[in-house]
């Protein structure tokens, strides 16, 4: 009883985190049964994360944008933009893949300083601001296209960011080693760190959860882990976008959490004047916030393109949108200052999950958009109503 | 018909554990200029939301009779349909809009379903001559100057066909001539039927217009003063004000050693860009080590932009002057230069500026220094919940545990959170801006205790306050403010209430 007690608290305290992964599963399983098992099949889950990872690296930075209260309307077509340099770096410029990679990351954090310097220190409204970004990137990309129209690309470990998967180190027919081995990896660190910080809690004498349910939950997490590793591995392996968007929402989930500067841009978020009296630069984090959306846009431009083999005149279309969507499903308040950056990543992969089982169950584009809208709803008005009553 | 056009009879009204109001009888004449006076908190304002309907029927207990008649106002409609209009402090014009769409908003002049623009014009003429105010009503109102804007509130008002007028802190933000004018134009009025009530804390100018006075004190009526029947002066008026005895809320102090002087202002003038105008002129102080000065004055007299002033700046103003920590001149421009000179500011709103509300009592306490729980780049979240721990149980916050939402929190525990925040930094002169302000007595037991510690330990305290038994109780020595100047310093042998009001209400 007291096990089962316990479950109860820690569920309805942590109901808004949960939410997310809940609806997720439930949705990964309506198409499961709907399509006859077609949707879980390796490929389609493979395929399904890649078209997801130029979006959630877009939501990544969404995110922080939304949790300091401004909005960036520019990303979608500054990561068509930066898409189509790089796209013209290695074709025309003949410049080597590291070197273009590099330019474009730089060029995308420079643009999105520069919006932070508007938005912070001119004072002009982000939603203005980025507004004249997204109708500015659109003329560029346009421009730049011109010419061409589209940009093949013939680079094949340019492309490979898009499309290839990671090297196998011996060859089993049917499964991918080397993923596998990653997994394990994961699934042994996983354990490893929660062990310590157990352990951790337990010396500075603080609450922790019963070891039943410590148990359980490293079980679950993963057996998780354990089944997405495999599943992926069951077709060509992890991917490069994938191993990008990991270590991407890794190392803003680190930021965010663990540093001084992620404690910032949630104060700033929370209470601007708070935190400007508290000692901290509201200016300065504006702008980080902003830079680190431009060098995320790049990141989002190369991989499209690499995607795509090329860059278009329309990429980037209405990217933005989907990023912003994928933040408020993932848990982000449009009040500022909450959000995390996995439950955006979360987010987008319901997004890209709703259009993808639904091409697959054969539902009309007109009925996904109607459907699309509806989810977005029902995400925004679970966050409220769940807001006042977690602790 | 009574001679009375309003009466309030026996009206209560309770905030959540403050009794604002309690059986305050209220009566004004026909054609008076009845003025209210009182502290600070002594209820003035909630009395007059209840008269204009802010705070509808149901929400106070009491009656109120209008003309005879008993009323059950529900909002600021109902008591404007009867002839009551109120002029609040702030003025609500609408900066963008002409002076004609100003005074005509929410009662337009139609022709059928359209508004009737010449006609709207030729009436605002009209109502701009009564208040003796020569300009073209097509004017921005954002071009008009603070005294012309006031006018314009009563031209305004006027248009509404007014008999009651409530007037709040009219000439708070006027110079000494557009004061005068503005008191003269009262007068006038009163000639002309409209009965005013006036809210001031400027005591000379009550004096100079008043018919009747009214004293509230503590949420009670004291006393209403007649002229020509009863004897009036500032001193009378002050003394009814005050009058109460100063309890034994205050702890004592175990010992009063004073050290050098650790921070001082010399002419420090600041302009606001913002208003327009100069808050700050000449203000010169000082505190010195282990010491609590107090500094008093009414609302508006520049207390809070003071504070602001030295910590840093956070508003912009354009400041001129000197500022010493410990013999050294220094120069803040951002909040965190002051924080690293040892200075903290405890803001006197807690909701607004003071704390994260959505955020929980660790992160809260830890974001003014998390330096000190950082190592190599990473915050160790264990020792930071074991420094809230600390402070929640050092300072009894009642709260399950740090992780609680501050939100969710009572305003004395919120206080008491938001000077945790402050003592993390360790600092050496503590600012504290309006400390007990909307908290119970045990919680204000609490904090004058921990200030008593805390400057025990060889901390300075600058605690700006307008509860003068406040004041008086913890203070070692008192500065008064008024108009942005540094009116006074008293030695706390010297300080009284009433030498206190008598400096503040110049």
Redesign the interface.
């Given at each position: 009883m007291k096990f089962l007690e316990e479950a109860k608290h820690l569920l309805k305290q942590n109901i808004r985190d949960y939410g997310m992964y809940v609806a997720l599963a439930v949705i990964m399983l309506i198409f499961t049964i709907t399509t006859g098992g077609l949707f879980i099949s390796s490929r389609n889950i493979s395929n399904l994360i890649n078209q997801t990872g130029y979006i959630a690296v877009l939501a990544v930075g969404m995110t922080l944008i939304i949790v300091i209260r401004h909005i960036d309307l520019s990303v979608g077509y500054l990561a068509g933009f930066l898409g189509a340099i790089a796209a013209i770096l290695l074709t025309k410029a003949g410049a080597p893949v590291y070197l273009t990679i590099l330019i474009v990351l730089a060029l995308g954090t420079i643009i999105g300083l520069f919006n932070g310097y508007l938005v912070a220190y001119v004072g002009i409204p982000a939603f203005v601001a980025t507004l004249a970004g997204m109708l500015a990137f659109r003329g560029a990309l346009l421009l730049v296209t011109e010419e061409t129209g589209t940009i093949i690309v013939p680079n094949k470990s340019f492309n490979a960011i898009g499309n290839g998967f990671i090297p196998d180190i011996a060859h089993v027919p049917g499964i991918h080693l080397l993923t596998l081995i990653i997994g394990a990896l994961a699934i042994g660190f996983y354990i490893y760190s929660e062990f310590n910080t157990r352990k951790?809690?337990i010396?500075?004498n603080?609450e922790v959860i019963s070891s039943t349910m410590f148990i359980l939950k490293l079980i679950f997490v993963s057996a998780i882990i354990a089944y997405i590793t495999w599943i992926l591995s069951g077709y060509n392996g992890l991917s490069w976008t994938v191993v990008i968007v990991i270590i991407v929402v890794a190392i803003y989930h680190?930021i965010t959490t663990?540093?001084?500067l992620g404690?910032?841009i949630?104060?700033v978020g929370?209470?601007p004047?708070?935190?400007?009296?508290?000692?901290?630069?509201v200016s300065k984090i504006t702008l980080i916030v902003f830079g680190s959306m431009g060098l995320l846009s790049a990141l989002s431009g190369i991989l499209y393109t690499a995607r795509l083999q090329s860059a278009t005149t329309t990429a980037g279309t209405l990217f933005e949108l989907d990023a912003i969507a994928a933040a408020y499903v993932g848990g982000v308040s449009a009040?500022g200052?909450?959000g995390k950056v996995t439950g955006s990543i979360v987010g987008a992969l319901v997004m890209a999950s709703l259009i993808n089982g639904m091409n697959l169950m054969g539902v009309g584009i007109s009925y996904q958009y109607i459907i699309r809208g509806a989810v977005l709803a029902a995400a925004v008005i679970f966050d409220v109503k769940t807001r006042n009553k977690s602790? | 018909m009574s001679e009375y056009i309003l009466e309030m009879k026996n009206i209560t009204k309770i905030f959540p554990g403050v009794k604002a109001l309690d059986g305050v009888d209220f009566k004004v004449k026909k054609g008076e200029i009845h003025c209210l006076v009182g502290e600070n908190g002594s209820g003035k304002s909630t009395l007059m939301k209840i008269l204009s309907g802010v705070y509808p029927f149901g929400e106070y207990s009491g009656e109120i009779i209008f003309e005879g008649k008993l009323q059950k106002f529900k909002s600021i409609n109902d008591s404007e349909r009867v002839g009551i209009v109120t002029i609040y402090q702030e003025l609500a014009l609408i900066p963008e809009l002409t002076i004609y769409e100003n005074i005509f908003l929410g009662h337009e002049i139609k022709k059928g379903r359209f508004i009737d623009w010449n006609e709207t014009i030729v009436r605002a003429k009209e109502m701009l001559k009564k208040v003796k105010l020569d300009i073209n009503p097509t004017l921005k109102v954002k071009d008009l100057g603070v005294g012309m804007q006031q006018l314009v509130e009563i031209a305004k008002a006027l248009s509404k066909n007014v008999k009651l007028l409530i007037l709040d802190e009219p000439t708070a933000a006027l110079n000494e001539d557009d004061s005068e004018n503005l008191l003269k134009l009262i007068r006038d009025l009163k000639q002309h039927g409209v009965t005013c009530i006036l809210i001031s804390h400027k005591l000379k100018e009550v004096i100079s217009v008043a018919d009747s006075i009214t004293v509230l004190r503590d949420g009670k009526m004291i006393s209403t003063l007649e002229v020509g029947k009863d004897e009036i002066s500032e001193n009378i008026i002050i003394k009814h004000m005050v009058g109460r005895e100063i309890e034994d809320i205050y702890p004592k102090r175990k010992k009063k050693e004073f050290g050098e002087k650790v921070f001082e202002v010399k002419n420090l003038s600041a302009y606001d860009p913002n208003l327009g105008r100069e808050i700050l002129k000449d203000v010169e102080f000082n505190v010195r080590k282990g010491e609590i000065v107090g500094i008093a004055g009414l609302m508006g007299a520049g207390r809070t932009e003071l504070a602001l002033s030295i910590?840093?700046n956070?508003k912009g103003y354009k400041l001129k002057g000197e500022i010493y920590v410990n013999g050294q001149m220094k120069k803040f421009t951002?909040?965190?230069d002051a924080?690293r000179a040892g200075i903290a500011?405890v803001?006197e709103d807690r909701k607004?500026?003071?704390?994260?509300?959505?955020?929980?009592i660790r992160?809260n306490i830890?974001?003014?220094n998390?330096?000190e729980l950082?190592n190599n780049?990473?915050?160790n979240?264990?020792e930071e919940?074991?420094v809230a721990n600390e402070y929640k149980e050092s300072l009894r916050i009642k709260a399950p545990s740090v992780?609680?939402?501050v939100g969710n929190l009572s305003g004395g525990n919120q206080q008491k959170v938001s000077l945790a925040?402050w003592l993390f930094v360790k600092p050496h002169v503590l600012i504290l801006d309006e400390p007990t302000r909307g908290i119970d007595v045990g919680a204000k037991y609490e904090i004058y205790t921990l200030m008593n510690q805390l400057v025990e330990k060889g901390m300075s305290i600058i605690m700006i306050s307008s509860e003068l038994p406040e004041v008086l109780g913890m203070s070692d020595r008192v500065y008064v403010m008024s108009g942005g100047r540094m009116v006074g310093e008293l030695p706390i042998e010297e300080a009284t209430q009433e030498k206190i009001m008598e400096l503040a209400t110049n």
């Amino acid at each position: 009883m007291k096990f089962l007690e316990e479950a109860k608290h820690l569920l309805k305290q942590n109901i808004r985190d949960y939410g997310m992964y809940v609806a997720l599963a439930v949705i990964m399983l309506i198409f499961t049964i709907t399509t006859g098992g077609l949707f879980i099949s390796s490929r389609n889950i493979s395929n399904l994360i890649n078209q997801t990872g130029y979006i959630a690296v877009l939501a990544v930075g969404m995110t922080l944008i939304i949790v300091i209260r401004h909005i960036d309307l520019s990303v979608g077509y500054l990561a068509g933009f930066l898409g189509a340099i790089a796209a013209i770096l290695l074709t025309k410029a003949g410049a080597p893949v590291y070197l273009t990679i590099l330019i474009v990351l730089a060029l995308g954090t420079i643009i999105g300083l520069f919006n932070g310097y508007l938005v912070a220190y001119v004072g002009i409204p982000a939603f203005v601001a980025t507004l004249a970004g997204m109708l500015a990137f659109r003329g560029a990309l346009l421009l730049v296209t011109e010419e061409t129209g589209t940009i093949i690309v013939p680079n094949k470990s340019f492309n490979a960011i898009g499309n290839g998967f990671i090297p196998d180190i011996a060859h089993v027919p049917g499964i991918h080693l080397l993923t596998l081995i990653i997994g394990a990896l994961a699934i042994g660190f996983y354990i490893y760190s929660e062990f310590n910080t157990r352990k951790n809690k337990i010396k500075y004498n603080f609450e922790v959860i019963s070891s039943t349910m410590f148990i359980l939950k490293l079980i679950f997490v993963s057996a998780i882990i354990a089944y997405i590793t495999w599943i992926l591995s069951g077709y060509n392996g992890l991917s490069w976008t994938v191993v990008i968007v990991i270590i991407v929402v890794a190392i803003y989930h680190v930021i965010t959490t663990k540093t001084p500067l992620g404690r910032y841009i949630y104060a700033v978020g929370g209470n601007p004047e708070a935190a400007k009296l508290s000692g901290i630069d509201v200016s300065k984090i504006t702008l980080i916030v902003f830079g680190s959306m431009g060098l995320l846009s790049a990141l989002s431009g190369i991989l499209y393109t690499a995607r795509l083999q090329s860059a278009t005149t329309t990429a980037g279309t209405l990217f933005e949108l989907d990023a912003i969507a994928a933040a408020y499903v993932g848990g982000v308040s449009a009040a500022g200052g909450v959000g995390k950056v996995t439950g955006s990543i979360v987010g987008a992969l319901v997004m890209a999950s709703l259009i993808n089982g639904m091409n697959l169950m054969g539902v009309g584009i007109s009925y996904q958009y109607i459907i699309r809208g509806a989810v977005l709803a029902a995400a925004v008005i679970f966050d409220v109503k769940t807001r006042n009553k977690s602790r | 018909m009574s001679e009375y056009i309003l009466e309030m009879k026996n009206i209560t009204k309770i905030f959540p554990g403050v009794k604002a109001l309690d059986g305050v009888d209220f009566k004004v004449k026909k054609g008076e200029i009845h003025c209210l006076v009182g502290e600070n908190g002594s209820g003035k304002s909630t009395l007059m939301k209840i008269l204009s309907g802010v705070y509808p029927f149901g929400e106070y207990s009491g009656e109120i009779i209008f003309e005879g008649k008993l009323q059950k106002f529900k909002s600021i409609n109902d008591s404007e349909r009867v002839g009551i209009v109120t002029i609040y402090q702030e003025l609500a014009l609408i900066p963008e809009l002409t002076i004609y769409e100003n005074i005509f908003l929410g009662h337009e002049i139609k022709k059928g379903r359209f508004i009737d623009w010449n006609e709207t014009i030729v009436r605002a003429k009209e109502m701009l001559k009564k208040v003796k105010l020569d300009i073209n009503p097509t004017l921005k109102v954002k071009d008009l100057g603070v005294g012309m804007q006031q006018l314009v509130e009563i031209a305004k008002a006027l248009s509404k066909n007014v008999k009651l007028l409530i007037l709040d802190e009219p000439t708070a933000a006027l110079n000494e001539d557009d004061s005068e004018n503005l008191l003269k134009l009262i007068r006038d009025l009163k000639q002309h039927g409209v009965t005013c009530i006036l809210i001031s804390h400027k005591l000379k100018e009550v004096i100079s217009v008043a018919d009747s006075i009214t004293v509230l004190r503590d949420g009670k009526m004291i006393s209403t003063l007649e002229v020509g029947k009863d004897e009036i002066s500032e001193n009378i008026i002050i003394k009814h004000m005050v009058g109460r005895e100063i309890e034994d809320i205050y702890p004592k102090r175990k010992k009063k050693e004073f050290g050098e002087k650790v921070f001082e202002v010399k002419n420090l003038s600041a302009y606001d860009p913002n208003l327009g105008r100069e808050i700050l002129k000449d203000v010169e102080f000082n505190v010195r080590k282990g010491e609590i000065v107090g500094i008093a004055g009414l609302m508006g007299a520049g207390r809070t932009e003071l504070a602001l002033s030295i910590f840093g700046n956070p508003k912009g103003y354009k400041l001129k002057g000197e500022i010493y920590v410990n013999g050294q001149m220094k120069k803040f421009t951002k909040p965190k230069d002051a924080i690293r000179a040892g200075i903290a500011y405890v803001s006197e709103d807690r909701k607004g500026n003071g704390l994260i509300l959505i955020d929980d009592i660790r992160n809260n306490i830890s974001i003014t220094n998390l330096k000190e729980l950082t190592n190599n780049g990473f915050i160790n979240e264990n020792e930071e919940i074991k420094v809230a721990n600390e402070y929640k149980e050092s300072l009894r916050i009642k709260a399950p545990s740090v992780e609680q939402k501050v939100g969710n929190l009572s305003g004395g525990n919120q206080q008491k959170v938001s000077l945790a925040k402050w003592l993390f930094v360790k600092p050496h002169v503590l600012i504290l801006d309006e400390p007990t302000r909307g908290i119970d007595v045990g919680a204000k037991y609490e904090i004058y205790t921990l200030m008593n510690q805390l400057v025990e330990k060889g901390m300075s305290i600058i605690m700006i306050s307008s509860e003068l038994p406040e004041v008086l109780g913890m203070s070692d020595r008192v500065y008064v403010m008024s108009g942005g100047r540094m009116v006074g310093e008293l030695p706390i042998e010297e300080a009284t209430q009433e030498k206190i009001m008598e400096l503040a209400t110049n």
